[in-house]
């Protein structure tokens, strides 16, 4: 039977309008920019709005076409907001490049892409300096500043001032309306595990992630919170908070470069954030100096921890000592970011605190637009019992199909649906709660049994005298691989290697207790934030074990 359709508006999901009801509805919020400068910058949502509709036309300007990329290397900062919304909203794609990333991979991400324009905070500007020679796609520089700000001369040309293009354009320009499944924005995976591989997303993603993201059982953000991303724009995106804080008129703060425990803290305080968003290594600086100094939150309320498993002892911490609701969330650039948020259901109401913090520290459950899968190696469905690991297999609306430049589908066939597998080792309970066990690559392999990497670093974590721990698989004889488990130690903080591995006494079982400690002035982190395990994995490949 032929379907009816229905009578509705077609409206497509486009990212303008994210700014535009912002502008309309909310707009003498507050954009509040720590801006390379040093200074604060204030701004409002009809600011951003306007300036954001000054960029596409200085865009035109410069001879950009639509679905042309256009890079960024810079900060979360008022001017990187408005790229996003002038660049996605006008039809082309905002590409944003991770500055931390090595400079031959961001200069391969930006051919790669193909960028037209590059768009760039001043921090920036001796490495693109040294980068342009590499870079022929690019037409146009712009450094992300004031004319008083630019410097008095530049190895590039075509070098442009910021203000200056907006100040030539007269804001007269209206959003245009296209297909919600246009590309409107572009992030390459760090390539912590291969070379970094481009997810294009698009307008319908965006706003439907953005729509999931604000609801409670997700980040639950709304009119009355004041919304710090600490996750970098180049991040995800700032895992979408840019698109979901103007969704429902929450005030931003945006922290710029000064990603240290003082200056976020005081940041926090003085503009009375209420629910801020990072990768754990961030807590370890904020609390560290909150402690030091004897510190509070007087307004933080809510915080989402995810990018990477957020040890036990550090949830207590912010909860207990800090008064925090802590989210633990999982997800990947490939999933916009959000996939699952640790949020408790109805019947969980009458758990004891424990049993409640056990379900809270998992990865948490899918929102309505993912859902998960676990499969054994040869991708058969395993139970969701809670116990079972298996590959971790993910659907959904802001999903990615396939990479950019790629025609090859990474995806696994289950039943004719297309699941995304993620590299990601995972168990789920029979209530939907996905706990990781580990990424694929990370797992340590001992004598064909596995142990989970993560599993030993919270319990390394839980020591009084550990600032941070990784574990990692070092080579053996007999087993293939064993665990090696390397060690900051708290400033004045004493353990010794043999007071550490008693410490997992009655934790694990006893083949699973690391087999070694190294003590180490620090540990390597990723681009994004994360353990650099590869790197680890490759310094301690030698290590001579005891009893080997
Ligand atoms: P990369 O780390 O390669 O830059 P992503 O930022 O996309 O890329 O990282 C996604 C990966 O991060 C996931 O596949 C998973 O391994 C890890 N991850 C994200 N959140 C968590 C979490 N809460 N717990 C454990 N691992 C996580």
Known sequence: MPTVSGQMMQMPLSISS?????????????VVSRRVE??????????????????AQALARLGCELGERIGTLAWNGHRHLELFYGISGSGRVCHTVNPRLHADQIAWII???????????????????????????VAHWVLMTARAQMPADSALKNLHCYEDLLAAEDGQWAWPEFDENTASGLCYTSGTTGMPKGVLYSHRSTVLHALGQVSVDAMGIGSRDVVLPVTPMFHVNAWGVPFAAPMVG??????????????????????RVTFTAGVPTVWLGLITHMKAHRLQFSTLRRTVIGG?????????????????????AWGMTETSPLGTLAHLKAKHAAL???????????????????????VDADDRPLPWDGCTPGQLLVRGQWVVDHYLG????????????????????????ADGYMQITDRSKDVIKSGGEWISSIVLENIAMAHPAVHEAAAIACHHPKWDERPLL???????????????????????????????????????????????????????????????
């Open 18 to 30: 994210l700014i535009r009801h912002a502008a309309r509805h909310a707009g003498d919020v507050e």
């Open 38 to 55: 040093g200074d604060l910058h204030r701004s409002t949502y009809a600011e951003v709005e306007r300036r954001s509709r000054q960029v």
């Open 111 to 137: 051919n790669h892409a193909q960028d037209r324009v590059l768009f760039f905070d001043s921090t920036f500007l001796p490495l693109v300096e040294k980068l342009a020679p590499q870079l022929a796609s």
């Open 250 to 271: 929450a005030k931003l703060v945006l922290p710029g470069s000064r990603l240290d425990g003082a200056s976020l803290h005081e940041l926090m305080e003085s503009e």
């Open 308 to 328: 990477a498993a957020c040890p036990p002892a550090m949830m207590r911490t912010l909860e207990d000592d800090f008064g925090l609701e802590v989210i633990h």
């Open 352 to 374: 004891d605190a424990e049993s409640r913090r056990a379900l809270q520290q998992k990865q948490g459950k899918v929102i309505y637009g993912v859902d998960l899968a676990i």
């Open 406 to 429: 790629s025609s090859e589908s990474p995806h696994i066939d289950l039943a004719g649906e297309r699941w995304f597998p993620t590299g990601d080792v995972a168990t789920i309970d």
């Open 486 to 548: 390397v060690v900051v130690r708290k400033p004045g903080a004493d353990v010794s290697a043999a007071d550490l591995l008693r410490f997992f006494d009655g934790k694990v079982a006893s083949w699973q207790v690391p087999d070694d400690v190294v003590f180490v002035d620090e540990l390597p982190h990723t681009a994004t934030g994360k353990l650099f395990k590869m790197a680890l994995r490759q310094a301690y490949r030698d290590h001579r074990l005891p009893g080997v």
